[in-house]
């Protein structure tokens, strides 16, 4: 079935400091990718959908400048947190489509602390 | 009103009993929903999507109620591995972008 990759599963950054995630499909193209975020016990979050050689729409509330997601190929999109504070420690997952599937897959999440 | 929505539990299920739980969605033109299963600290997983005449997988058995605008979740016959939370995901359709909405999942813990 299909995969996606996501990169790295768990990361520990200092604030103020940057931290990019990577988020790859490795069986097929996916034109959007979605970005979502998931604090302790509530629901995932829709960041952001980018699509292939365009800009991510973000949703109301989150800061493009701060998330800045590029997605330059059919088979990869990376969200990169700017300037990180610890109330950005959550767990980031991506998630993609393909065209063969009715459902959606996911990334294995990455789990981001800032100290 | 929320998008989705679920009660978060827990649900203690003794093993080898049935459980079963509900969601509700606001958006009336919503067109496709799904279980997923997501383990602690983990990504979530296809389950099984919901159809309109409903389907069933094994044990587990999904109803869609679109007058009500809620679906269900049945397991039958609850085995150990079956605890984790169970996200109902909506698809809010073309007036909301095709986007997903996630409830806050039914977490289940079954006991031995």
């Known amino acids: 079935g299909a995969v996606v990759s996501q990169h790295p599963s768990r990361v520990i950054c200092k604030s103020g400091t940057s931290v990019k995630i990577e988020c790859r499909s490795l069986?097929?193209?996916?034109?959007?990718m979605f970005w979502y975020r998931q604090f302790p016990k509530q629901s995932l979050m829709l960041m952001a959908t980018?699509?292939?050689?365009?800009?991510?729409?973000?949703e109301q509330g989150v800061e493009k400048d701060k998330f800045l997601i590029n997605h330059a190929s059919l088979t990869l999109s990376t969200l990169t947190v700017t300037s990180a504070h610890p109330e950005d420690s959550s767990f980031y997952i991506c998630?993609?489509?393909?065209?063969?599937?009715?459902?959606?897959?996911f990334g294995s999440g990455t789990r981001l602390t800032v100290v | 009103r929320k998008e989705v929505e679920q009660d978060p539990g827990p649900f203690n299920v003794p093993e080898g009993a049935t459980v079963a739980f509900n969601c509700t969605y606001s958006?009336?033109?919503?067109?496709?929903f799904f279980w997923y299963r997501q383990d602690c600290r983990k990504e979530p997983k296809l389950l099984m999507s919901?159809?309109?005449s409903g389907n069933e997988d094994g044990r587990f058995t999904a109803q869609l109620n679109r007058a009500s605008q809620y679906i269900s979740l049945l397991i039958r016959d609850s085995k150990l591995s079956d605890s984790a939370t169970y996200l109902c995901?909506?698809?809010?359709?073309?007036?909301?972008?095709?986007?997903?909405?996630f409830g806050k999942g039914n977490q289940v813990v079954v006991i031995p």
């Open positions: 998630s993609a489509r393909d065209k063969g599937n009715y459902g959606y897959t």
């Open positions: 069986d097929f193209q996916a034109t959007t």
């Open positions: 980018s699509n292939e050689g365009s800009k991510a729409t973000y």
């Open positions: 958006n009336s033109a919503s067109q496709s």
């Open positions: 919901v159809y309109s």
């Open positions: 995901v909506v698809n809010m359709g073309k007036s909301g972008n095709n986007r997903l909405a």
